[in-house]
């Protein structure tokens, strides 16, 4: 079975960086597309991009300036990295598997979110 | 970006009914449509790829429908358990975008 757990501060400072860890097991961190997404208070869900072994790294348009994802393999962990952080980047933070089917990209497996909240 | 609009943004039924939820895109996008439902506190449940395919261990009370820009999950035989948001996700093209959510509560 698939298990994700994401890990991380709680509360950032504006202009810092926000770092964030999803501890991955079941699955191998060489495959697949390690996916976040993140749900602001009261919003929907906003995809933040993904990460593919292969190089396939995907990012929303909207933070690519901002945005890193990463893996460490020798930890099995995915982490996002958003740089120069305000108020409209606290969100509940959601790391997921996505996976490509037929041409029909899902993210089948999510951990539970961590909340972060961008404040001084 | 393709908007995704579902609606309605929130609904209540009683356990045993049979509930609908639209998704429309802003553009065709064949048939790469997800559903997902979340639940707070917990782990985001994926339900549904291509529209109409169920992920391994969901009920079969859970079905989707269509193609190109209008697409359905319905729910027959509601639930206690399936009070839940419900999200659809486009994967036609980057950035995925998701509808803004379908509050489902049990009367």
């Known amino acids: 079975q698939v298990r994700l757990q994401e890990s991380g501060p709680r509360l950032v400072k504006p202009s810092e960086t926000l770092f964030l860890t999803c501890s991955v097991s079941?699955?191998?961190?060489?495959?697949?597309?390690w996916t976040w997404i993140r749900q602001p208070p009261g919003k929907g869900l906003e995809w933040i991009g993904y990460f593919h072994y292969n190089g396939n790294t995907n990012y929303n348009p909207s933070l690519t300036s901002r945005v890193t994802i990463s893996v460490d393999r020798s930890k099995n962990e995915v982490s996002l990295r958003i740089f120069s952080v305000t108020a409209a980047d606290t969100a509940v933070y959601y790391c997921?598997?996505?996976?490509?089917?037929?041409?029909?990209?899902?993210?089948?497996?999510w951990g539970q979110g961590t909340q972060v909240t961008v404040s001084s | 970006d393709i908007r995704m609009t579902q609606f309605p943004s929130s609904l209540s039924a009683s356990v045993g009914d049979r509930v609908t939820i639209t998704c429309r895109a802003s553009q065709s996008i064949s048939g790469y449509l997800n559903w997902y439902q979340l639940k707070p506190g917990k782990a985001p449940k994926f339900l549904i790829y291509s529209a109409s395919t169920l992920q391994s261990g969901v009920p079969l009370r859970f079905s989707g429908s269509g193609s190109g820009a209008d697409f359905t999950l319905t729910i027959s035989n509601l639930q206690p358990e399936d009070s839940a948001t419900y999200y659809c996700q486009q994967s036609y093209s980057t950035p995925l975008t998701f509808g803004g959510g379908t509050k489902v509560e049990i009367e």
């Open positions: 079941g699955a191998s961190i060489y495959k697949d597309y």
């Open positions: 997921a598997r996505g996976a490509y089917d037929s041409g029909s990209y899902y993210a089948d497996f």
